[in-house]
């Protein structure tokens, strides 16, 4: 069985700062990771994922993650802040014999200071 | 490239009625996955369908069941509905949903009332 941990379900930054949202996960195989962000009423968005090899994967929006497997985190970052990244995110973990099922993190909400 | 689209965008219904949800994936897209969010429990996976066949099935009573199309269209339906079934309900699509092609899409969600 797979499962996600995201740690802090809020984190507040200030307009500018680095984000770092935590993931960890857990999974018997080699794991495919993902981060989705929601707004509300909507759907997820894709920002990022991880499949196999560079472990530093950037997304869109100026966003990157970074697969430590000896960690088992899949943390998301953004250097500086923007008014619009405030939404909800989700860390997902599936596996190449599963892939489309997806095991979804509780989700952190994002707060942007001005 | 139009998305993935899912009808209806709101529903009510009442305790013991059906319903069924429906789910447009993107041109080309081949698996359907279907996912249901509540406060309470997150993010949940329901099932995925791929080819007509469906390939992955999440831990949801058999009251939750679920088809695709030839066209790959997908429905959902919710049988004897409680008012715990309330949530917004959330399809995705992908290429195959296997190794490299795993980047999924979502549709806005449908969004279910049980009264």
């Known amino acids: 069985a797979q499962s996600v941990t995201q740690l802090g379900s809020h984190v507040s930054v200030s307009e500018g700062a680095l984000v770092l949202l935590r993931c960890n996960y857990s999974s018997s195989v080699p794991p495919y990771l993902f981060w989705y962000v929601q707004y509300p009423n909507q759907g997820l968005q894709l920002l990022l994922k991880?499949?196999?090899?560079?472990?530093l994967v950037k997304g869109i929006n100026g966003f990157e993650a970074e697969f430590k497997k000896s960690e088992t985190s899949f943390h998301l970052t953004k250097p500086s802040a923007h008014m619009s990244d405030a939404a909800e995110y989700f860390c997902a973990v599936s596996d190449a014999a599963n892939a489309g099922k997806s095991t979804f993190g509780d989700g952190t909400t994002l707060t942007v200071k001005p | 490239k139009a998305g993935v689209t899912q009808t209806p965008r709101y529903l009510i219904k009442t305790r013991g009625q059906q319903v069924t949800l429906s789910c447009s994936p993107i041109s080309g897209h081949r698996s359907v996955s279907w996912y249901q969010q509540t406060p309470g429990q997150g993010l949940q996976f329901l099932f995925e369908y791929f080819s007509e066949t469906q390939r992955n099935k999440g831990n949801f009573p058999g009251r939750f069941s679920g088809r695709q199309f030839s066209n790959s269209r997908s429905e959902m339906n919710v049988s004897t509905l409680e008012l715990g079934d309330s949530a917004l309900y959330l399809c995705a699509s992908s290429l195959d949903g296997l190794h490299m092609n795993t980047e999924a899409f979502f549709g806005q969600g449908t969004r279910l009332t049980v009264v």
């Open positions: 991880y499949t196999t090899g560079a472990t």
